[in-house]
T-cell receptor, first 114, second 111 residues
Framework: DGGITQSPKYLFRKEGQNVTLSCEQNLNHDAMYWYRQDPGQGLRLIYY???????QKGDIAEGYSVSREKKESFPLTVTSAQKNPTAFYLC?????????????FGEGSRLTVL | KQEVTQIPAALSVPEGENLVLNCSFTDSAIYNLQWFRQDPGKGLTSLLLIQSSQREQTSGRLNASLDKSSGRSTLYIAASQPGDSATYLCAVFGNTGKLIFGQGTTLQVKP
C-alpha cells in the first residue's frame, strides 16, 4: 500500500541533544513537508521541499534542519537550538505536477524533552 | 500573508443533528482548499479537496463548499454520529507552494 511512514512514533530527548525524525513515502511525490502541532493550535510549517536536493524554510524553521537526498525521504533534525521542541510532528507529501495539491499525512511523531 | 481562521473552535451537538463548520481565508488567490479530520494523537486524514474552479465537493454525509471571492468555505455534516467526533481542519494551498492551516474545530457528537 502507498503511504507515508514516520518513525519513531514516540521519542524522548534530554535537553541539549539532537534528534532526527524519519519520514519516508512511496507515493512518488515530489513535494514533502514537515509541520509542528502544539496543543490547541493548528499546524505550523517548519520546512518543505519541492524537489530532491532542494528545500525551503517554513514559518518556524529556527532550531530545525532537513535534508532531501532522495525523493522518498525527508528527515527532520530537531537540534539543541530549538528552545521548545516538545510537540507533535507531522510529515506530509503531495504531487504538485498533478496540480491538485492534495496533501497526504503520516501518523506523526511525538517528541518529549525530559 | 495568508491567514486561515476556523469558527467555532469547539462544538458539541447531539447525535443526528446536521451541522456546519466554517473556514475563512484572507487571500483569495488559492489553488485549492482541503478539509481534514484528525483523531486524538493521530495524523490528518483528507476528507475533501475543492479546486479553486469548483464550488463544492461531496463525499457521503459530507459536503464542502467554496466561495473564493468572499474567502469562505463551509463543511456540512449531515446526520452527525458519535464516530464523527474529531478535530476538523481546513487548509488552503496557494502560489507559495505551502499549505496554510486553520486552528481547527473540535467536534463532539453526543449519543
Amino acid at each position: 500500500d502507498g503511504g507515508i511512514t514516520q518513525s519513531p512514533k514516540y521519542l524522548f530527548r534530554k535537553e541539549g541533544q539532537n534528534v532526527t525524525l524519519s519520514c519516508e513515502q512511496n507515493l512518488n511525490h515530489d513535494a514533502m513537508y514537515w509541520y509542528r502541532q502544539d496543543p490547541g493550535q493548528g499546524l505550523r510549517l517548519i520546512y518543505y521541499s519541492q524537489i530532491v536536493n532542494d528545500f525551503q524554510k517554513g514559518d518556524i524553521a529556527e532550531g530545525y534542519s532537513v535534508s532531501r537526498e532522495k525523493k522518498e525521504s525527508f528527515p527532520l533534525t530537531v537540534t539543541s537550538a530549538q528552545k521548545n521542541p516538545t510537540a507533535f510532528y507531522l510529515c506530509a507529501s503531495t504531487d504538485p505536477g498533478r496540480n491538485t495539491g492534495e496533501l497526504f499525512f503520516g501518523e506523526g511523531s511525538r517528541l518529549t524533552v525530559l | 500573508k495568508q491567514e486561515v481562521t476556523q469558527i467555532p473552535a469547539a462544538l458539541s451537538v447531539p447525535e443526528g443533528e446536521n451541522l456546519v463548520l466554517n473556514c475563512s481565508f484572507t487571500d483569495s488567490a488559492i489553488y485549492n482548499l482541503q478539509w481534514f479530520r484528525q483523531d486524538p494523537g493521530k495524523g490528518l486524514t483528507s476528507l475533501l479537496l475543492i479546486q479553486s474552479s469548483q464550488r463544492e465537493q461531496t463525499s457521503g454525509r459530507l459536503n464542502a463548499s467554496l466561495d473564493k471571492s468572499s474567502g469562505r468555505s463551509t463543511l456540512y455534516i449531515a446526520a452527525s454520529q458519535p464516530g464523527d467526533s474529531a478535530t476538523y481542519l481546513c487548509a488552503v494551498f496557494g502560489n507559495t507552494g505551502k499549505l496554510i492551516f486553520g486552528q481547527g474545530t473540535t467536534l463532539q457528537v453526543k449519543p
